[in-house]
């Protein structure tokens, strides 16, 4: 028993840090409509970013204190990524408006090469390391109820807080806030928000720039667990399944969606691994996305789209 | 017959062609103040078009629009929502997912003065215009008669009912001049008089100006003041329902010509 939660907690968190990716996918998406292929860019650049300011910063200015350097790394990590969504803006969103969303997707597909290659130009390619100062011991918890408790990680108790506040603000700033009405407006139709005064440059910006941070937080967790290296960017694909499964237009489906894709690929390793011989963890989340679309294709949380004939 | 005021909007030598197709040649009419205006025409005629041009969705090639006085040419639709005009869609343009009272909040967008920061910390001031914001939309909401629909996903409305919520987003608006683009397309007679009635009612109570694009000859002999007809893109008749009616251009334009 203790082992199965012990399973349990390990999926939960990882799983927290999926939706935390997750959540950069809905949000862009419930903005603008647009599958954004670049999540994963994005998230690589913020941690490469937030990487290389945590060293250069105090060089650069003399001293030696890790909290401040972490601090100040972090607001230019999300400046530059407020630059990145206003760049994008300009340079090539405010040309495709009212066009189809397909086209849309393959500009994000550009968005996500040029990222990548930029990030490298900018911040090197070898692998770096953050360290915002999570506490990596481990505890134990339940102690009383089994012999020798339940073994946590502390890190990853700290980064699924993280992710859930982060989370549960997002909501809230989607769903009470005349700016995510606009938002949301605006991932409805473009032309109608024009019409009624929505300035779509400037929705876009916002949310991008939301996106962004929501990316740099993610990549500071990742890469203070895995450490920042292009593979980061390949996490994100881990995200699309979750977003299958929750629904790309839901916040709250993004959560769900990562902790059941979290916890379904731990426990399915552990329990009907071994069927398989083991090694089942990294395509479960797919399979399980995909007798999703066959059954429920808007995802657990998703708008129901009807067309009408 | 309406007292009509000065003109509002005048609309000189529009001429809007895509690549080699003359959607538009050589339209001018003006649009007086507190006046209903319809546009006619048979389907291909432009009228859509010559909407898209006030409206600033397109540039015509030559030619000029002036709003009160103002003169534009190079206006995107939000630039001319923010001189007080809105419009409503042929085919629906309605946010889908979200409730009718959102659609209609997302109206009053160019009325809210708080920013984005005062709205995230849910600030005082920003809530307080919320809720002022909120009172002019229920406003909206009785007058249109869709109450038991305010919290209803748009969407899962029946299509009478969201046109009117269409028209109900554009009067949000507050706005000065209202262009609607067949606001009756695909009704059956009884909506059809609701429609015209609240059309008739927003002319009358708020003084709105209305430019109307409409097929129902009968709803536009009705309740338009003035009717501009257009065909293949030109102006072939201008005046008030009767004269118009009996224009011989018109005529065989509708009805074809005796051979």
């Known amino acids: 028993m203790a082992f199965f939660l012990e399973t349990l907690f390990g999926g939960l968190m990882v799983g927290m840090l999926y939706s935390l990716i997750a959540l950069g996918f809905v949000l862009i998406y419930k903005a603008s409509g647009v599958f954004n292929f670049a999540q994963g860019a994005m998230v690589l650049f913020a941690a490469m970013a937030m990487a290389r300011f945590s060293e250069w910063i105090p060089k650069w200015l003399g001293f030696d204190n890790k909290v401040l350097a972490n601090v100040l790394a972090f607001g230019v990590a999300l400046l530059a990524m407020v630059c990145v969504a206003w760049v994008i803006e300009r340079l090539v969103l405010r040309y495709l408006v009212n066009q189809e969303h397909i086209t849309l997707l393959m500009a994000t597909l550009g968005i996500t090469y040029f ?56 909501a809230l700033f989607f769903q009470k806030t005349a700016t995510g009405r606009a938002l949301r407006a605006v991932a409805d139709d473009h032309q109608a928000a024009q019409s009624i005064g929505i300035p779509l440059g400037r929705i876009w910006i916002i949310v991008w720039s939301v996106a962004g941070f929501v990316a740099l937080v993610a990549g500071v967790i990742w890469g203070s667990k895995l450490g920042v290296q292009f593979t980061l960017s390949l996490v994100a694909l881990k995200a699309l399944p979750v977003v299958i499964l929750g629904g790309l237009t839901s916040v709250p489906g993004a959560i769900i969606g990562g ?27 797919y399979v399980l996305a995909l007798l999703f679309l066959l059954v429920r294709p808007q995802g657990l949380f998703g708008e129901k789209i009807i067309d009408r004939v | 017959m309406r007292k009509t005021g000065d003109v509002v909007l005048d609309v000189r030598n529009i001429s809007l062609s895509f690549g080699g197709v003359r959607a538009l040649s050589d339209i001018s009419f003006d649009v007086r103040e507190h006046e209903i205006r319809a546009i006619v025409g048979p389907n291909g005629a432009g009228k859509s078009s010559m909407l898209n041009c006030i409206n600033g969705v397109y540039q015509p090639q030559q030619g000029t629009i002036a709003l009160r006085g103002r003169t534009f040419r190079h206006m995107n639709s939000r630039q001319v929502a923010e001189m007080g005009v809105a419009r409503t869609f042929q085919n629906l343009a309605l946010f889908k997912g979200m409730s009718v009272l959102d659609n209609l909040m997302t109206g009053r967008n160019l009325k809210m003065r708080s920013n984005l920061f005062m709205q995230a910390l849910r600030l005082g001031p920003a809530q307080r215009e919320e809720s002022e914001q909120r009172v002019f939309v229920e406003r909206i909401i009785d007058f249109l008669e869709i109450q038991p629909y305010r919290k209803t996903p748009v969407g899962r409305m029946p299509y009478g009912l969201q046109k009117r919520v269409d028209l109900g987003r554009a009067l949000a608006m507050e706005p000065q001049l209202l262009l609607l683009d067949e606001p009756m397309a695909g009704m059956n007679v009884e909506e059809k008089q609701d429609m015209s009635r609240f059309i008739l009612d927003v002319n009358d109570e708020f003084g709105t100006t209305i430019v109307l694009i409409e097929h129902d000859m009968g709803v536009v002999m009705d309740i338009s003041d003035r009717v501009v007809v257009l065909d293949y893109g030109r102006k072939i008749g201008d005046g008030s329902p009767e004269e118009v009616r009996n224009d011989a251009d018109v005529i065989s334009a509708y009805l074809g010509t005796a051979h």
Do not use: C
């Not at chain 1, 089994?146 to 108790?157: P, R, S, T, Y």
């Not at chain 1, 059941?260 to 329990?271: M, R, T």
């Open chain 1, 259 to 285: 902790l059941i894709i979290g916890v379904g690929e731990k426990l399915s390793e552990i329990y009907i691994g071994p069927l398989f011989g083991g090694g089942i963890e990294i395509w479960f989340a």
């Open chain 1, 115 to 170: 990222l990548e290659g930029f990030g490298q130009t900018l911040f090197g390619s070898a692998i770096y390391k953050i360290d915002v100062g999570l506490p990596k011991d481990p505890v134990f918890i339940l102690e009383n109820t089994f012999a020798g408790g339940v073994l946590i990680n502390k890190e990853d108790l700290y980064a699924a807080a993280i992710a859930a506040v982060l989370v549960a603000l997002l």
